[in-house]
């Protein structure tokens, strides 16, 4: 962005050459879906130079544009610095869950918007498996994953959660070989307190292989199937 150069000075920096060309790319949410390498061959690919080149005659906002086409670039920044420096600022796509649909895979961001998996980097997240992505399943969906997020123990806990055809849900834990069932997308927040009860006062004295499904669809009730 430009929004620290008055027009004059841009003016001003018409006949400047490109000297250098820095690129930072935001890995603080531990992503590394592209680098700075990647984002250096897609400018190349729509400048065959930018050393030498003066401001003139670098469409900084054309680059911009085509750098957000990457599916896993949430938004990139470039501005021009009076030395001669061309800066690139990337932000990458943050997912909350990879979903399994069919025999296709992809991101669902923070906005629940999908976005397509990196040959270069796998996150790791929660994972989700449906028949297919509708806009009643993306809203049960962030509600779930709000909830998990807010929990320290369910975050470290539960890894993935399926759909079936009537949008009931399944949930399945890092350690423990079971199933939880939680049924219809309601009252979610006493299922999982019910849950975090029966782990600490249940499960933690007959063992976490004890059973193969955990039941907390029923009302002030834990049904379990043994193995």
Sequence with gaps: MLSFLSWTSRESLNDVACQKVEIQVDTEEGL??????MVGAMLLEKEDSILGKTYEDI???????????????KKAELYLTIDGNLCVDVKQRKPIVRVFEENDSYYLDQEIMQFSLSEKYSARVLQVYWSEITEERKTILASVVDLIDADEFLKAQITAIAFDETDELIVYPRV???????GEAQNLVKKFEKLKVFYRHGLEKVGWDRYSHINLKFKDQVVCTKR
């Excluded at 423990?176 to 939680?182: A, Q």
């Design 32 to 37: 590394f879906f592209v680098d700075a390498e």
């Design 59 to 73: 469409n900084i906002y054309l680059l911009e544009e085509f750098l957000d086409t990457h599916p896993n670039i």
């Design 176 to 182: 423990g070989d079971h199933k939880i069932i939680l």
